[in-house]
Nanobody, 135 residues
Framework: QVQLDESGGGSVQAGGSLRLSCAASKLSSLSMSTTCMAWFRQAPGKEREGVAT????????????VKGRFTISKDNDSKDNDNNTLYLQMNNLKPEDTAVYYC?????????????????????WGHGTQVTVSS
């Protein structure tokens, strides 16, 4: 089973930046080679929401609420098919970005072309890392 371990959360003032990392291992346990990695977040009293996703070919999908401020990326230099590192660069942070951020991974979804939706049943999750933005 895929193992995901987030790090990089913390407390920052509005306008500041943070970079989250997710160390992924055992990716070969996913049954197909076309895979998605993603960042989700859940604020207190709210449902978990998709923030950004990335297909293994590098195509990204970013939520409108963070577009232009957050960037998802992964270690493109990795020649190791079993391990990789996912990143979320968060700039110009706002108090409404306060949440627990989760890393997720899954086989991609095919609907005529391979996609990594923001709303989909990802089935591998990390434990989460807290991000707190103060005004």
């Amino acid at each position: 089973q895929v193992q995901l371990d987030e790090s990089g959360g913390g407390s920052v003032q509005a306008g500041g930046s943070l970079r989250l990392s997710c160390a992924a291992s055992k990716l070969s346990s996913l049954s197909m080679s076309t895979t998605c990695m993603a960042w989700f977040r859940q604020a207190p009293g709210k449902e978990r929401e998709g923030v950004a996703t990335i297909l293994n070919d590098g195509a990204t999908n970013v939520a409108d609420s963070v577009k232009g401020r957050f960037t998802i990326s992964k270690d493109n230099d990795s020649k190791d098919n079993d391990n990789n590192t996912l990143y979320l660069q968060m700039n110009n942070l706002k108090p409404e970005d306060t949440a627990v951020y989760y890393c997720a991974a899954s086989v991609a979804w095919y609907t005529g072309r391979w996609l990594c939706p923001l709303k989909a049943p990802y089935n591998n999750w990390g434990h989460g890392t807290q991000v707190t933005v103060s005004s």
